[in-house]
């Protein structure tokens, strides 16, 4: 059974960090490109980053150049989504999903590119 599990998810203060996490299982991760996507209430679901098969590729959405990291560790078929310095704005739904398709600047934030998807974790900067 294909299965993404976000966690790492909570309530942190503007400034602070977390570690999201996205456990994946029923298939070869090494394969796929993992994306993160968020979604706040009342708006579309977007890309944040995107790492490519062999962690050789990289992007970053602008609003989170500088501050998000991700990473990803095939032998824990594990990727990862360092934040630090988070903002109110930043506040929202944080979903991964899988792709098999290489991934472009221009392409990896399209969600009809991904054939797996996680179930989500909730993700909120408050004071």
């Known amino acids: 059974q294909v299965q993404l599990v976000e966690s790492g998810g909570g309530l942190v203060q503007p400034g602070g960090s977390l570690r999201l996490s996205c456990a994946a299982s029923?298939?070869?991760?090494?394969?796929?490109?993992i994306g993160w996507f968020r979604q706040a209430p009342g708006k579309e679901r977007e890309g944040v980053s995107y790492?490519?098969?062999?962690?050789?590729?990289?992007y970053d959405v602008d609003s989170v150049k500088g501050r998000f990291t991700i990473s990803r560790d095939n032998a824990k078929k594990t990727v990862y989504l360092q934040m630090n310095s988070l903002k109110p704005e930043d506040t929202a739904v944080y979903f991964c999903?899988?792709?098999?398709?290489?991934?472009?600047?221009?392409?990896?934030?399209?969600?009809?590119?991904?054939?797996?998807w996680g179930r989500g974790t909730q993700v909120t900067v408050s004071s």
């Open positions: 029923g298939f070869a991760l090494d394969y796929y490109g």
């Open positions: 790492i490519s098969s062999s962690g050789g590729s990289a």
């Open positions: 999903a899988a792709n098999r398709r290489r991934q472009y600047a221009s392409t990896w934030y399209h969600l009809d590119e991904y054939e797996f």
